[in-house]
Every structure is written in C-alpha cells, then in structure tokens.
C-alpha cells in the first residue's frame, strides 16, 4: 500500500510559479511511475506530466508543454512538478497518481494509488 500526498499549491497571480511536491509513505515510490493530474470544477480529470520508474521518460500534456516539468527524487521518495509561467485556466485541484506501469501513462484508471489533491489558484 502506498500513501501519496501532496502538497505545494495555493494562490498565484497568472505568469507566476508554484513547485507542487508528491511525497509517498507506506512504500518506495522508486519501482513505480507518477502522474500528475488536474480537475477543474465541472470537468473530468485530465493528464498533465508523468514521469517513469526511474525518471528516464517524462510526457506532458500539450498544455503545459514548456511551462511544467515533472522530476523525481527516489532517495526522498518524492516526485515534483515545477509549474511556471502559470496561466488562469491552470486553476484545477491537482493529483499524483502511482502505479507500477500504467497502462496508459495518460489515463487515470491506469493508476493504484492517489493523493487527496492540492488546489492550485491562479488569479489574472
């Protein structure tokens, strides 16, 4: 069993930054790949970064191309995502996810376990 949570958001302006953190207890995170996920009130989840067991691959929506970068820290068991150049429509509560090896990296029900969420504000 692996316990995800997340933390880092909050209030930003729009061109600003956050750095949102994804730490696991319970079990090393480092044989597992992450995802990083958003939920806007009244939409469905959606993919935003995953990164692979050992940090080798990463995927990024088409969004957030540019602006976010997901990286890992196995000794810390802890998987970031750096998110700059924040715009408005970023404003979602944000998820980490794990599995082993998702199915679909980009697909929620890929995943075993998920952090409870972090909200993530960005004022224009």
């Known amino acids: 069993q692996v316990q995800l949570v997340e933390s880092g958001g909050g209030l930003v302006q729009a061109g600003g930054s956050l750095r949102l953190s994804c730490a696991a207890s319970?079990?090393?995170?480092?044989?597992?790949?992450v995802g990083w996920f958003r939920q806007a009130p009244g939409k469905e989840r959606e993919f935003v970064a995953g990164?692979?067991?050992?940090?080798?691959?990463?995927a990024y929506a088409d969004s957030v191309k540019g602006r976010f970068t997901i990286s890992r820290d196995n000794a810390k068991n802890t998987v970031y995502l750096q998110m700059n150049n924040l715009k408005p429509e970023d404003t979602a509560v944000y998820y980490c996810?794990?599995?082993?090896?998702?199915?679909?990296?980009?697909?929620?029900?890929?995943?075993?376990?998920w952090g409870q969420g972090t909200q993530v504000t960005v004022s224009s």
């Open positions: 996810a794990s599995a082993p090896i998702p199915r679909n990296s980009r697909i929620p029900d890929s995943y075993d376990y």
């Open positions: 319970g079990r090393s995170l480092g044989s597992s790949a």
């Open positions: 990164v692979t067991w050992n940090g080798g691959r990463t």
